[in-house]
Protein backbone atom coordinates (compact mmCIF):
# COMPACT_ATOMS: atom_id res chain seq x y z
CA UNK A 1 0.00 0.00 0.00
CA UNK A 2 1.02 3.77 -0.84
CA UNK A 3 2.07 5.50 2.91
CA UNK A 4 4.07 8.28 4.18
CA UNK A 5 6.63 7.18 6.43
CA UNK A 6 9.05 8.93 8.29
CA UNK A 7 12.80 7.68 9.17
CA UNK A 8 14.40 10.88 10.97
CA UNK A 9 12.66 13.69 12.79
CA UNK A 10 12.48 17.27 11.49
CA UNK A 11 10.32 19.28 9.35
CA UNK A 12 8.10 18.71 6.42
CA UNK A 13 11.25 17.51 4.60
CA UNK A 14 11.29 13.95 6.32
CA UNK A 15 8.24 12.99 4.67
CA UNK A 16 8.24 10.56 1.93
CA UNK A 17 5.93 8.80 -0.18
CA UNK A 18 6.72 4.54 0.17
CA UNK A 19 5.11 1.08 -0.41
CA UNK A 20 4.84 -0.76 2.93
CA UNK A 21 2.72 -3.84 3.49
CA UNK A 22 -0.91 -3.61 4.42
CA UNK A 23 -1.22 -3.55 8.20
CA UNK A 24 -3.01 -6.44 9.94
CA UNK A 25 -5.74 -5.62 12.57
CA UNK A 26 -4.83 -7.57 15.71
CA UNK A 27 -6.75 -8.18 18.96
CA UNK A 28 -9.18 -5.04 19.56
CA UNK A 29 -8.49 -3.50 16.23
CA UNK A 30 -10.23 -2.75 13.01
CA UNK A 31 -8.69 -2.52 9.58
CA UNK A 32 -9.85 0.64 7.65
CA UNK A 33 -9.59 0.94 4.31
CA UNK A 34 -8.68 4.97 4.36
CA UNK A 35 -11.71 7.35 2.17
CA UNK A 36 -9.64 10.28 4.07
CA UNK A 37 -7.12 11.14 6.73
CA UNK A 38 -7.10 13.91 8.72
CA UNK A 39 -4.20 16.33 8.48
CA UNK A 40 -3.57 18.35 12.43
CA UNK A 41 -1.38 20.37 13.53
CA UNK A 42 -0.36 18.18 16.29
CA UNK A 43 1.64 16.06 13.15
CA UNK A 44 3.97 18.71 12.60
CA UNK A 45 5.07 18.30 16.29
CA UNK A 46 5.05 14.27 15.77
CA UNK A 47 7.52 14.73 12.92
CA UNK A 48 9.93 16.56 14.82
CA UNK A 49 9.05 14.35 17.92
CA UNK A 50 8.52 17.63 20.27
CA UNK A 51 4.50 16.21 21.40
CA UNK A 52 3.31 15.18 24.63
CA UNK A 53 3.38 11.69 24.10
CA UNK A 54 7.19 10.40 22.31
CA UNK A 55 7.07 8.57 18.89
CA UNK A 56 9.28 5.85 17.60
CA UNK A 57 11.20 5.46 14.29
CA UNK A 58 10.29 4.17 11.29
CA UNK A 59 6.42 6.27 11.85
CA UNK A 60 3.98 6.42 9.15
CA UNK A 61 1.95 9.96 11.00
CA UNK A 62 -1.96 10.28 11.05
CA UNK A 63 -3.70 10.04 14.24
CA UNK A 64 -6.99 9.93 12.65
CA UNK A 65 -9.29 8.08 9.84
CA UNK A 66 -12.02 7.45 7.94
CA UNK A 67 -13.32 4.82 5.51
CA UNK A 68 -14.60 1.14 5.51
CA UNK A 69 -13.81 -2.01 7.14
CA UNK A 70 -14.08 -5.39 5.31
CA UNK A 71 -17.47 -5.79 6.56
CA UNK A 72 -18.86 -2.28 5.11
CA UNK A 73 -18.96 -0.84 8.08
CA UNK A 74 -18.31 3.22 7.83
CA UNK A 75 -16.57 4.24 10.68
CA UNK A 76 -14.17 7.46 11.96
CA UNK A 77 -11.39 6.36 14.05
CA UNK A 78 -8.67 8.16 16.28
CA UNK A 79 -5.08 6.10 15.94
CA UNK A 80 -1.23 6.80 17.80
CA UNK A 81 0.01 6.04 14.11
CA UNK A 82 -0.47 5.18 11.03
CA UNK A 83 -3.47 7.14 9.80
CA UNK A 84 -1.30 8.42 6.65
CA UNK A 85 -1.83 5.63 4.39
CA UNK A 86 -3.90 3.44 2.32
CA UNK A 87 -4.89 1.49 4.78
CA UNK A 88 -5.16 1.56 8.66
CA UNK A 89 -5.50 -0.82 12.35
CA UNK A 90 -7.19 1.00 14.67
CA UNK A 91 -8.16 0.96 18.45
CA UNK A 92 -12.20 -0.25 17.98
CA UNK A 93 -12.28 1.74 21.52
CA UNK A 94 -11.49 4.82 19.38
CA UNK A 95 -13.70 4.37 16.38
CA UNK A 96 -17.22 5.58 15.69
CA UNK A 97 -19.61 4.97 13.43
CA UNK A 98 -20.53 7.25 10.94
CA UNK A 99 -24.15 8.13 10.10
CA UNK A 100 -24.84 8.07 6.30
CA UNK A 101 -25.14 12.05 5.59
CA UNK A 102 -22.10 13.06 6.94
CA UNK A 103 -19.33 13.84 4.77
CA UNK A 104 -15.63 12.44 5.77
CA UNK A 105 -14.42 15.77 6.09
CA UNK A 106 -17.25 16.59 8.73
CA UNK A 107 -16.63 13.26 10.68
CA UNK A 108 -13.26 13.91 10.61
CA UNK A 109 -13.54 17.16 11.99
CA UNK A 110 -15.73 16.69 14.65
CA UNK A 111 -13.92 13.58 15.84
CA UNK A 112 -10.92 15.71 17.14
CA UNK A 113 -11.69 18.94 17.09
CA UNK A 114 -15.25 18.72 17.64
CA UNK A 115 -14.11 16.71 20.24
CA UNK A 116 -11.70 18.58 21.68
CA UNK A 117 -14.05 22.26 21.45
CA UNK A 118 -17.04 20.15 23.30
CA UNK A 119 -14.79 18.84 26.33
CA UNK A 120 -12.68 22.08 26.58
CA UNK A 121 -16.36 24.23 26.91
CA UNK A 122 -18.31 21.21 28.59
CA UNK A 123 -15.48 19.43 31.17
CA UNK A 124 -12.45 22.18 31.49
CA UNK A 125 -14.19 25.24 31.79
CA UNK A 126 -17.61 24.50 32.41
CA UNK A 127 -18.84 27.58 30.38
CA UNK A 128 -22.18 29.38 32.16
CA UNK A 129 -24.64 31.06 30.33
CA UNK A 130 -24.19 34.80 29.58
CA UNK A 131 -20.38 34.16 30.09
CA UNK A 132 -17.66 35.81 27.51
CA UNK A 133 -15.86 33.72 26.05
CA UNK A 134 -12.80 34.21 24.11
CA UNK A 135 -11.66 31.82 21.52
CA UNK A 136 -8.03 32.39 20.32
CA UNK A 137 -7.30 30.49 16.37
CA UNK A 138 -10.89 30.89 15.71
CA UNK A 139 -11.02 30.22 11.89
CA UNK A 140 -8.57 26.70 12.94
CA UNK A 141 -10.05 23.72 13.56
CA UNK A 142 -11.05 23.47 16.89
CA UNK A 143 -11.72 27.24 17.11
CA UNK A 144 -13.96 27.08 13.93
CA UNK A 145 -16.33 24.80 16.11
CA UNK A 146 -15.88 25.91 19.56
CA UNK A 147 -16.80 29.77 18.66
CA UNK A 148 -20.53 27.90 17.10
CA UNK A 149 -20.70 25.54 20.14
CA UNK A 150 -20.09 28.82 22.64
CA UNK A 151 -22.87 30.47 21.15
CA UNK A 152 -25.13 27.96 20.77
CA UNK A 153 -24.68 27.16 24.54
CA UNK A 154 -25.44 30.71 25.77
CA UNK A 155 -22.40 32.66 25.73
CA UNK A 156 -23.22 36.35 26.48
CA UNK A 157 -20.22 37.24 24.09
CA UNK A 158 -17.85 35.30 21.85
CA UNK A 159 -14.90 37.03 20.59
CA UNK A 160 -12.65 35.53 18.09
CA UNK A 161 -8.43 36.09 17.65
CA UNK A 162 -6.95 35.54 14.10
CA UNK A 163 -4.40 36.86 12.37
CA UNK A 164 -5.37 37.93 9.05
CA UNK A 165 -8.45 39.91 7.81
CA UNK A 166 -10.21 36.82 6.31
CA UNK A 167 -10.12 34.61 9.21
CA UNK A 168 -11.31 37.21 11.44
CA UNK A 169 -14.26 37.40 8.44
CA UNK A 170 -14.67 33.94 9.07
CA UNK A 171 -14.99 33.83 12.52
CA UNK A 172 -17.92 36.44 12.49
CA UNK A 173 -19.57 34.32 9.86
CA UNK A 174 -19.43 31.51 12.54
CA UNK A 175 -21.21 33.43 14.90
CA UNK A 176 -18.37 35.58 16.94
CA UNK A 177 -19.32 38.88 18.73
CA UNK A 178 -16.04 40.72 17.31
CA UNK A 179 -13.00 39.64 16.24
CA UNK A 180 -9.68 40.84 17.24
CA UNK A 181 -6.30 40.53 15.69
CA UNK A 182 -4.16 38.14 17.73
CA UNK A 183 -0.85 39.83 16.91
CA UNK A 184 -2.09 42.89 18.31
CA UNK A 185 1.31 44.15 20.97
CA UNK A 186 -1.27 44.31 23.68
CA UNK A 187 -3.47 41.52 23.97
CA UNK A 188 -4.69 41.90 27.57
CA UNK A 189 -6.02 45.15 26.72
CA UNK A 190 -7.43 44.09 23.41
CA UNK A 191 -9.59 41.71 24.79
CA UNK A 192 -10.88 43.72 27.32
CA UNK A 193 -11.59 46.43 24.71
CA UNK A 194 -13.62 44.16 22.96
CA UNK A 195 -15.79 43.15 26.21
CA UNK A 196 -16.63 46.31 26.68
CA UNK A 197 -13.91 47.29 28.73
CA UNK A 198 -14.74 44.51 30.92
CA UNK A 199 -12.09 41.08 32.29
CA UNK A 200 -13.14 38.00 29.93
CA UNK A 201 -14.74 34.60 31.45
CA UNK A 202 -13.30 32.01 29.58
CA UNK A 203 -10.49 31.77 27.10
CA UNK A 204 -9.51 28.68 24.87
CA UNK A 205 -5.88 28.94 24.05
CA UNK A 206 -4.07 26.65 22.10
CA UNK A 207 -1.01 29.11 20.74
CA UNK A 208 0.83 29.27 23.98
CA UNK A 209 4.06 32.42 24.46
CA UNK A 210 2.98 35.59 25.57
CA UNK A 211 -0.63 34.77 23.85
CA UNK A 212 -1.23 32.61 26.99
CA UNK A 213 0.74 35.31 29.38
CA UNK A 214 -1.89 38.44 28.39
CA UNK A 215 -5.07 36.12 28.30
CA UNK A 216 -4.22 34.81 31.96
CA UNK A 217 -3.89 38.77 32.51
CA UNK A 218 -7.72 39.46 30.91
CA UNK A 219 -9.63 36.99 32.89
CA UNK A 220 -12.36 38.08 35.53
CA UNK A 221 -12.32 36.69 38.95
CA UNK A 222 -13.25 33.54 38.67
CA UNK A 223 -12.32 33.31 35.09
CA UNK A 224 -11.02 29.69 33.48
CA UNK A 225 -8.37 29.38 30.80
CA UNK A 226 -7.96 26.50 28.90
CA UNK A 227 -4.36 25.43 27.24
CA UNK A 228 -4.22 22.88 24.18
CA UNK A 229 -1.95 23.64 22.49
CA UNK A 230 1.55 25.17 21.69
CA UNK A 231 1.74 26.63 18.00
CA UNK A 232 3.92 29.21 18.47
CA UNK A 233 6.36 27.06 20.00
CA UNK A 234 6.68 29.24 22.85
CA UNK A 235 6.04 28.41 26.65
CA UNK A 236 4.32 30.52 28.47
CA UNK A 237 5.74 31.97 31.82
CA UNK A 238 5.65 29.44 34.33
CA UNK A 239 2.48 30.18 36.62
CA UNK A 240 2.88 30.67 40.46
CA UNK A 241 -0.44 29.40 43.16
CA UNK A 242 -0.22 32.90 44.27
CA UNK A 243 -1.11 34.09 41.08
CA UNK A 244 -3.98 32.24 41.16
CA UNK A 245 -5.29 32.96 44.24
CA UNK A 246 -4.97 36.44 44.09
CA UNK A 247 -6.95 36.75 41.09
CA UNK A 248 -9.48 33.72 42.02
CA UNK A 249 -8.73 32.31 38.35
CA UNK A 250 -8.12 28.99 36.94
CA UNK A 251 -5.49 27.62 34.19
CA UNK A 252 -6.67 23.87 33.22
CA UNK A 253 -4.59 21.81 30.52
CA UNK A 254 -6.48 19.29 28.18
CA UNK A 255 -4.95 16.45 25.80
CA UNK A 256 -7.84 14.35 23.90
CA UNK A 257 -6.51 10.91 24.75
CA UNK A 258 -6.95 11.53 28.79
CA UNK A 259 -10.14 12.29 27.81
CA UNK A 260 -11.07 8.21 26.73
CA UNK A 261 -10.01 7.52 30.48
CA UNK A 262 -13.18 8.94 31.44
CA UNK A 263 -15.85 6.96 32.85
CA UNK A 264 -19.27 6.65 30.85
CA UNK A 265 -17.39 6.94 27.44
CA UNK A 266 -17.86 10.89 27.23
CA UNK A 267 -16.10 11.26 23.72
CA UNK A 268 -18.42 9.23 22.51
CA UNK A 269 -21.18 11.11 23.89
CA UNK A 270 -19.67 14.55 22.78
CA UNK A 271 -19.12 13.04 19.05
CA UNK A 272 -22.53 11.74 18.95
CA UNK A 273 -24.51 14.94 20.12
CA UNK A 274 -21.87 16.87 17.77
CA UNK A 275 -23.03 14.58 15.02
CA UNK A 276 -26.44 15.02 15.57
CA UNK A 277 -26.01 19.05 15.78
CA UNK A 278 -24.38 18.16 12.62
CA UNK A 279 -27.35 16.48 10.94
CA UNK A 280 -29.82 19.36 12.70
CA UNK A 281 -28.15 21.98 10.45
CA UNK A 282 -26.74 23.71 13.89
CA UNK A 283 -23.08 23.17 13.41
CA UNK A 284 -20.61 23.29 10.10
CA UNK A 285 -17.38 21.94 9.97
CA UNK A 286 -15.77 24.26 7.68
CA UNK A 287 -13.45 23.00 5.08
CA UNK A 288 -9.60 24.05 4.71
CA UNK A 289 -8.43 21.78 1.75
CA UNK A 290 -7.75 18.64 0.75
CA UNK A 291 -4.31 17.20 -0.29
CA UNK A 292 -2.81 14.14 -1.81
CA UNK A 293 -0.20 12.05 -0.19
CA UNK A 294 2.31 13.36 -2.98
CA UNK A 295 1.38 16.84 -1.33
CA UNK A 296 1.81 15.85 2.21
CA UNK A 297 5.48 18.13 2.58
CA UNK A 298 3.49 21.29 1.47
CA UNK A 299 0.11 20.12 3.81
CA UNK A 300 2.71 20.47 6.92
CA UNK A 301 4.43 23.56 5.78
CA UNK A 302 0.86 25.36 5.54
CA UNK A 303 -0.13 24.14 8.92
CA UNK A 304 3.49 25.35 10.44
CA UNK A 305 3.06 28.66 8.76
CA UNK A 306 -0.39 28.96 9.95
CA UNK A 307 -1.91 29.69 6.93
CA UNK A 308 -4.95 27.64 7.23
CA UNK A 309 -8.26 27.42 8.14
CA UNK A 310 -10.86 24.94 9.19
CA UNK A 311 -10.10 21.05 8.86
CA UNK A 312 -7.14 19.62 6.49
CA UNK A 313 -7.97 16.39 4.82
CA UNK A 314 -5.32 13.52 3.54
CA UNK A 315 -6.64 11.90 0.13
CA UNK A 316 -4.53 8.64 0.07
CA UNK A 317 -6.12 7.51 -3.11
CA UNK A 318 -3.84 10.22 -4.79
Request: charged share 25%; net charge negative; proline share 6%.
Amino acid sequence: MRAIQITEFGGPEVLREVELPDPVAGPGELLVAVSRAGLNYADTHHTENSYLAGVELPLVPGSEVVGRTPEGRRVVALTDSGGYAEKAAVPAATAFDVPDGIDDLTALSMVVQGATAWLLLRRSTHLEPGETVVVHAAAGGVGSIAVQLARKWGAGRVIATAGSPEKRALALELGADTAVDSRAEDVTGALREANDGRPVDVVLDMTGGSVTDQSIAALAPFGRLAFYGMASRERPTPIGLGDLLARSTAVAGMWLPHAFRLPGRVVHRAVAELFELVEAGELRAVEGGEYGLSEVRRAHEDLRSRRTTGKLVLDPAR
